[in-house]
């Protein structure tokens, strides 16, 4: 079946600092949405890509979706304290979605 | 709106109990879906539902039931809880299958 796999699984950065997490699959996606959760909290939609080699910004946040439509990454410029949480990618193909096991953010003011 | 609503926030079962967590949407969507959510493994899905009377099967279905008898409730039951079963679960509902998911806060089940 269907896999998504996410890295890191933790990134700890300094207040200020970028990160990225990566999604992989290891077939061909019709879409994929990207999820962030604060600790304690539920999910929350940020994003869905569609198109190969889509692009998507949302203020500091950078979207990205491959050519090959089997991965996508999640950029963030300059981090801030309100970053935190865990961030998840979800993969959709054939009525199945996955989730990756998401990467965890924790930033240090 | 409250979006979606689940009912209770904790539980905690001893093993072989039954029970059933609610879940309630009130933005008319017809997908609905549960998920479990264990440390280190995101979110697996349980069951899902396109619409009232329809239901299917997700990734780790066994020892869950689900029913959707209407749009608005779709109910997941633990027929006779395992320790294995202690997890968060989340529901989420969506307009359709490829659309942006929202979810509930949650539930925090612990089975003895």
């Known amino acids: 079946g269907q896999q998504v796999m996410q890295i890191p699984q933790y990134q700890h950065v300094q207040e200020g600092e970028d990160f990225t997490t990566y999604c992989n699959s290891s077939t061909t996606l019709s879409n994929i949405q990207w999820y962030k959760q604060r600790p304690g909290g539920h999910p929350v939609f940020l994003i869905q890509?569609?198109?190969?080699?889509e692009v998507k910004k949302q203020k500091r946040l950078t979207f990205q979706f491959g050519e090959a439509k089997k991965n996508s990454s999640l950029h963030i410029t300059a981090t801030q304290t309100t970053d935190v949480g865990t961030y998840f990618c979800a993969g959709y193909r054939n009525n199945d979605m996955r989730f990756g096991a998401g990467t965890r953010l924790t930033v240090k003011p | 709106n409250a979006g979606v609503t689940q009912t209770p926030k904790f539980q905690v079962l001893k093993t072989g109990q039954s029970m059933t967590l609610q879940c309630a949407q009130d933005m008319n969507h017809e997908y609905m879906s549960w998920y479990r959510q264990d440390p280190g493994m995101g979110l697996r899905l349980i069951h899902y539902?396109?619409?009232?009377?329809?239901?299917d099967q997700g990734e780790v279905p066994n020892g869950y039931n689900v029913s959707r008898s209407t749009t608005e409730d779709f109910p997941l039951r633990l027929l006779s809880a395992a320790p294995s079963q202690t997890s968060v679960y989340f529901c989420a509902s969506s307009s359709g299958l490829l659309d942006e998911q929202y979810f509930g806060p949650g539930t925090r089940l612990t089975v003895t």
């Open positions: 539902s396109v619409g009232a009377g329809i239901t």
């Open positions: 890509l569609v198109k190969s080699g």
